[in-house]
């Protein structure tokens, strides 16, 4: 276990150095300038010029023959390996602080998105599997679709307009009401709310994660349902369950201790998978609602060429879901007595 | 469980008993530091933190006085002495004098200065475009930055200048406190930081990605805030900030889409509020291009597009089309000469391209802008209908468009684009601001039109004393590019904000923010 963990960390580490080259190069290579970004309306051939010697963007990438370390690549890695990954081209502000500011907002719309895809989607996969071809088995089937199928900003949209303005019992959009301040602790509005005794306040952040959760968590909520339908029909037919219905044991019992147990492997699998998929789903979700998370902000550092926070993000998104993926890997000892790690 | 639910109903009470004033910006700000950022949601809040030199009149672009109570000029514009209002403190008690106004005069000017922080990538890149440059470029425009005496700040300038006050009216130049800068080095601006100016509100937070807030400044000199917080949200969707405001979630807010004036209008809690027009969307042609550098088919094209119609269909009524590249606030500056509106006659045009050796027309490149702005909202349809009116004529036009960092990037890449949409929202209220943008010597080269005329032209319009002087000169300049035909005004745009029916004393400003600190929210609930 122990040596098997020094080689998946350690692999971690050269996919994260393999990545920061290939986000280095990527950013540099798709057209549009940052200093023809920056200027806007205003970004003459002089002007951008004279920016772009200002914010160094004139250097080489790799090697200069001048002076080898003066280019941007061994700068920006020299810094990277102190803990540094820059500062945002316009703003200044270190993308390490936007980093530290923005992911508990992703983080906490993504654990709820989370809760609300296996606290829905997985009963309604084991519903769909006992009562096969049932209409419960069609309606979980159909919102699956449904989920899958509908974009997640049109969804977002209309669960805004329909709870937020039309019936006016959940906000349409934002984190916190703003008649609420909570000094962060651990970044999650929610659980900080408690932890510094504002029951108010905790209860406001509920709910304003209730929709982006929805619309966040729908696909993955689709998801979940199908592998859990599918997974749960596959163990209901194996042989050991029916010697469990045979000794008498009560169908909750087979259902909920025999059956999903083992069924569970696939769908923890599927939620490592979806880490990725909900930051990608954050860019969307998080603009409609206004949320103040990595998606929109890197979206927006993408569209005005800031390199270094897109480099930052980047790395931070893959450094992420490197670390669920590994996460939900060791989960599977736990599941399943017969995996061993060596 | 009961209990806490009841101390939580309690606290929300309480919470929101306090006079505050919620603003849907479309965004959150860049930096809050003054001088070197230009976006809108930053100088919209910088505005509410810092008071400039010279200020604007409440809804228009006239000067006023601000944090100097009087500015004259030697006889021919080269220096421009600044009196300084007395007993202004900054935030954190600090006082607003002459050694503070140079402070930051300079570290915009002077790319040595101590306190400019360049080499952590501070850039005062409007400084350069609005001012000529820096401390010792050729081109720059101040000489120096001088202390007369403490209340008093006298700047030298290389070239005659007489728009330098409204220059420095421009939201882009707060007056800063020099102790808090010196004191936060170079995270100042940040979220990590404390802003401090003598404006009529106080930071207090930034909560990264979510919300400003401020509190009001009850030492200040001016009208002090009606509200008890001021909180600035970022909300980038304009239809969830039209959302927000339906849901009473928000007070009022900015950059609204023009079709949603209608739902505002129906809306009985709901106030439309139209920002005095100060921007001008058009249409670019280049000269690089083999049929467009002919004069009668660049005027062709101009008769042939349908303005007033595509204003109507596009901008609800929020928008006047007319011949002159400049807004109707600076209506002054227009040439009598000049029709006030384009002739719209396609037979005319087509006669017209078939004079100029196109009977059967031709093919060309219409490019149109990715992304959404109030001077072209939705740029896509609009470029359809301009297309679909050059057919009539002849004209067949391929739409086209890319991403906007290239987009801005390759109209100015030889050979440029043939024809494009573009558009420009004014700084200050000068001619200048808009013609020498685009028609200036520093201007952008989209066009590979660049005659001597121009350039004089303008110069003499900086140097101009009057009004009357300006608009003399401003004339020609209007005949010379209406006959050029190169730019084809489309529209001058009144961006669309709303307010909840109780807020009270909101005047919008054409350069697009003002400070709120003549807003109250009487019977807010």
């Given at each position: 276990m122990g040596s098997y963990l020094i080689r998946r960390l350690a692999r971690t580490l050269l996919v994260m150095l393999g990545i920061s080259l290939v986000v280095f190069v990527?950013?540099?290579?798709?057209?549009?300038?940052?200093?023809?970004?920056?200027?806007?309306?205003?970004?003459?051939?002089?002007?951008?010029?004279?920016?772009?010697?200002?914010?160094?963007?004139?250097?080489?990438?790799?090697?200069?023959?001048?002076?080898?370390?003066?280019?941007?690549?061994?700068?920006?890695?020299?810094?990277?390996?102190?803990?540094?990954?820059?500062?945002?081209?316009?703003?200044?502000?270190?993308?390490?602080?936007?980093?530290?500011?923005?992911?508990?907002?992703?983080?906490?719309?993504?654990?709820?998105?989370?809760?609300?895809?296996?606290?829905?989607?997985?009963?309604?996969?084991?519903?769909?599997?006992?009562?096969?071809?049932?209409?419960?088995?069609?309606?979980?089937?159909?919102?699956?679709?449904?989920?899958?199928?509908?974009?997640?900003?049109?969804?977002?949209?209309?669960?805004?307009?329909?709870?937020?303005?039309?019936?006016?019992?959940?906000?349409?959009?934002?984190?916190?009401?703003?008649?609420?301040?909570?000094?962060?602790?651990?970044?999650?509005?929610?659980?900080?709310?408690?932890?510094?005794?504002?029951?108010?306040?905790?209860?406001?952040?509920?709910?304003?994660?209730?929709?982006?959760?929805?619309?966040?968590?729908?696909?993955?909520?689709?998801?979940?349902?199908?592998?859990?339908?599918?997974?749960?029909?596959?163990?209901?037919?194996?042989?050991?369950?029916?010697?469990?219905?045979?000794?008498?044991?009560?169908?909750?019992?087979?259902?909920?201790?025999?059956?999903?147990?083992?069924?569970?492997?696939?769908?923890?699998?599927?939620?490592?998978?979806?880490?990725?998929?909900?930051?990608?789903?954050?860019?969307?979700?998080?603009?409609?609602?206004?949320?103040?998370?990595?998606?929109?902000?890197?979206?927006?550092?993408?569209?005005?060429?800031?390199?270094?926070?897109?480099?930052?993000?980047?790395?931070?998104?893959?450094?992420?879901?490197?670390?669920?993926?590994?996460?939900?890997?060791?989960?599977?000892?736990?599941?399943?007595?017969?995996?061993?790690?060596? | 469980m009961k209990k806490v639910l009841l101390t939580a109903l309690l606290a929300t009470l309480s919470a929101a008993s306090a006079a505050t004033l919620v603003f849907g910006g479309n965004g959150e700000p860049v930096s809050l530091e003054s001088g070197n950022i230009t976006d809108g949601i930053s100088i919209l809040v910088q505005r509410q933190i810092y008071d400039t030199l010279v200020d604007f009149e409440d809804g228009t672009t006239d000067l006023k006085p601000g944090l100097a109570t009087k500015w004259t000029a030697n006889a021919n514009n080269t220096a421009w002495t600044f009196t300084l209002r007395k007993g202004v403190r900054f935030h954190d008690g600090t006082p607003m004098n002459a050694d503070a106004v140079v402070f930051n005069l300079s570290r915009w000017w002077d790319k040595s200065h101590p306190y400019g922080f360049r080499d952590q990538g501070r850039t005062f890149e409007i400084v350069g475009e609005l001012l000529g440059g820096y401390k010792g470029d050729a081109t720059a425009v101040i000489k120096n930055i001088v202390k007369v005496n403490d209340t008093t700040v006298r700047v030298d300038l290389n070239k005659p200048s007489s728009v330098l006050p409204e220059v420095l009216a421009a939201g882009y130049f707060g007056i800063a406190s020099p102790t808090a800068i010196k004191k936060e080095g170079a995270k100042y601006g940040t979220p990590a930081s404390k802003p401090v100016g003598t404006g009529p509100f106080i930071f207090q937070s930034w909560r990264t990605g979510d919300r400003v807030t401020l509190l009001p400044n009850k030492l200040y000199w001016g009208e002090k805030a009606k509200v008890d917080q001021l909180v600035i949200r970022s909300i980038k969707d304009a239809s969830q900030r039209l959302n927000e405001l339906k849901a009473g979630t928000i007070d009022f807010a900015n950059d609204l889409t023009p079709d949603s004036l209608r739902s505002i209008q129906a809306d009985k809690n709901l106030v439309a509020v139209k920002r005095p027009s100060f921007n001008v969307g058009f249409v670019s042609m280049n000269n690089r291009n083999q049929y467009l550098k002919n004069q009668a088919v660049r005027q062709a094209i101009s008769m042939a597009i349908n303005k007033k119609e595509i204003a109507n269909a596009f901008w609800n009524g929020l928008a006047v089309s007319n011949a002159s590249f400049l807004p109707p606030v600076l209506a002054w500056a227009n040439s009598p000469k000049v029709p006030a509106d384009y002739k719209f006659d396609p037979a005319a045009a087509k006669k017209m391209l078939a004079d100029a050796g196109y009977p059967n027309g031709f093919s060309i490149d219409l490019w149109y802008m990715p992304v959404s702005r109030p001077y072209f909202p939705t740029p896509?349809?609009?470029?359809?209908?301009?297309?679909?009116?050059?057919?009539?004529?002849?004209?067949?036009?391929?739409?086209?468009?890319?991403?906007?960092?290239?987009?801005?990037?390759?109209?100015?890449?030889?050979?440029?684009?043939?024809?494009?949409?573009?558009?420009?929202?004014?700084?200050?209220?000068?001619?200048?601001?808009?013609?020498?943008?685009?028609?200036g010597a520093n201007a952008s080269d989209d066009i590979n039109w660049n005659p001597a005329n121009v350039e004089t032209l303008l110069q003499q319009g900086r140097a101009a004393n009057t009004q009357a002087a300006k608009a003399k000169v401003y004339q020609q300049l209007h005949e010379l590019t209406y006959n050029a035909a190169y730019r084809i005004p489309m529209v001058h745009s009144n961006p669309l904000a709303a307010a909840r029916s109780y807020v009270k004393g909101w005047t919008p400003s054409p350069l697009g923010s003002e400070p709120f600190n003549t807003i109250s929210v009487g019977s807010k609930k």
């Open positions: 990527f950013v540099r290579s798709i057209p549009g300038d940052p200093a023809v970004a920056m200027l806007g309306e205003r970004a003459t051939p002089e002007a951008a010029a004279a920016l772009r010697e200002q914010l160094g963007l004139n250097k080489p990438w790799f090697f200069n023959p001048a002076n080898p370390l003066d280019a941007q690549y061994p700068k920006y890695m020299t810094a990277l390996l102190s803990g540094d990954l820059g500062t945002g081209l316009k703003s200044n502000i270190p993308v390490l602080d936007d980093l530290k500011a923005r992911f508990p907002a992703t983080a906490e719309l993504s654990v709820a998105a989370l809760l609300v895809a296996l606290l829905i989607g997985m009963p309604a996969g084991i519903l769909a599997a006992l009562r096969r071809n049932s209409i419960w088995d069609n309606l979980a089937t159909t919102i699956s679709l449904v989920g899958v199928s509908m974009p997640v900003f049109w969804l977002g949209l209309l669960l805004s307009y329909f709870f937020g303005v039309k019936l006016g019992i959940l906000p349409p959009s934002g984190r916190l009401g703003t008649e609420f301040d909570i000094a962060p602790i651990t970044g999650f509005n929610v659980l900080d709310a408690l932890l510094r005794g504002q029951p108010a306040a905790a209860w406001d952040a509920v709910r304003h994660l209730i929709l982006p959760a929805i619309a966040l968590g729908s696909i993955p909520l689709a998801i979940v349902a199908r592998i859990t339908r599918s997974a749960m029909l596959d163990v209901l037919n194996q042989d050991y369950v029916r010697t469990a219905r045979a000794k008498g044991l009560a169908d909750r019992t087979v259902t909920m201790k025999h059956a999903l147990r083992n069924a569970l492997l696939p769908v923890v699998t599927v939620i490592g998978l979806q880490a990725g998929a909900l930051l990608g789903g954050a860019v969307l979700t998080e603009t409609i609602f206004s949320w103040p998370g990595l998606g929109s902000w890197v979206y927006d550092a993408i569209s005005q060429r800031d390199y270094p926070i897109i480099q930052g993000g980047v790395i931070f998104a893959a450094l992420v879901v490197s670390v669920v993926n590994l996460l939900v890997d060791l989960s599977y000892a736990s599941l399943d007595p017969r995996i061993q790690y060596s | 896509k349809p609009i470029a359809e209908a301009i297309a679909a009116d050059l057919s009539v004529i002849g004209i067949k036009v391929n739409l086209k468009t890319e991403d906007w960092a290239k987009y801005l990037q390759d109209r100015n890449k030889e050979p440029g684009f043939d024809m494009y949409m573009i558009g420009w929202t004014g700084d200050y209220g000068d001619p200048d601001n808009f013609y020498g943008a685009y028609y």
